[in-house]
């Protein structure tokens, strides 16, 4: 199992940058898919971005691609998504999840949750 921990949101004007962090522990971190997902308010979750165990496959969302970009550091147990040209739509609560999957995209094949961190774009 494998525990994670958000940090890195916050207020920024549209056009801003972001970069999240989540920190994990556990053993068999570095076995896992990572992921970003988001839940802006009245919505349902959604993938943002994934990440391969060794680092060398990603995956975005088309509303996201080109402008973030996800990132891992196994020896510090780490996941970042640097979040570059941000849109007020970019508006939620960012979650960081590991599935043992490695092409999913699904919600619900994400566990392991953090317990997310707010980024609020203004226009």
């Known amino acids: 199992q494998v525990q994670l921990v958000e940090s890195g949101g916050g207020l920024v004007q549209a056009g801003g940058s972001l970069r999240l962090s989540c920190a994990a522990s556990g053993r068999t971190f570095s076995r896992y898919t990572m992921g970003w997902l988001r839940q802006a308010p009245g919505k349902e979750r959604e993938f943002v971005a994934r990440?391969?165990?060794?680092?060398?496959?990603?995956y975005y969302a088309d509303s996201v691609k080109g402008r973030f970009t996800i990132s891992r550091d196994t020896a510090k147990n780490t996941v970042y998504l640097q979040m570059n040209s941000l849109k007020p739509e970019d508006t939620a609560v960012y979650y960081c999840?590991?599935?043992?999957?490695?092409?999913?995209?699904?919600?619900?094949?994400?566990?392991?949750w953090g317990q997310g961190t707010q980024v609020t774009v203004s226009s």
């Open positions: 990440i391969s165990w060794s680092g060398g496959n990603t």
């Open positions: 999840a590991a599935t043992p999957l490695v092409t999913t995209t699904r919600v619900s094949d994400f566990g392991s």
